[in-house]
């Protein structure tokens, strides 16, 4: 599976799960830890672990290996790792606060909406 399929899946796992403002950032030729990030968040507790669990259930349908997977039981900043793809699911609040999206900002916007309908 290639990295544009990955974020997909990535994307479609967490939009059904009712991850708010899921955004892809490429990372390509910006940061070696991975090709994209995919950033959402939910509002609870619960909804951040549903999210997180969905990612890696499609991830282990397809036969792929979750490289890590961090913030699991905290439910605050969950972020798994696909290889190529990093899925960061946030609270809320910590969202935020963190604001991948600024710290990133030289990463361009994927538009998942256009990708996921070809």
């Not at 669990?53 to 790792?81: C, H, N, P, Q, S």
């Not at 998942?112 to 070809?118: C, F, G, L, T, V």
Request: a negative charge.
């Amino acid at each position: 599976m290639n990295e544009k399929n990955l974020v997909q899946l990535a994307y479609k796992a967490a939009d059904d799960k009712r991850a708010e403002d899921i955004v892809v950032l490429d990372m390509k030729g910006i940061s070696l830890i991975a090709d994209y990030f995919l950033i959402c968040h939910g509002n609870s507790d619960k909804q951040v672990q549903a999210i997180a669990r969905e990612i890696k259930e499609k991830a282990d349908e397809y036969g792929l290996t979750v490289k890590r997977m961090e913030g699991f039981d905290e439910a605050r900043w969950v972020l798994v790792d696909l290889g190529d793809v990093v899925a960061h699911i946030f609270h809320k609040e910590e969202r935020s606060y963190y604001n991948l999206e600024r710290l990133w900002g030289d990463a361009s916007f994927v538009d998942m909406k256009s990708e996921h309908k070809a």
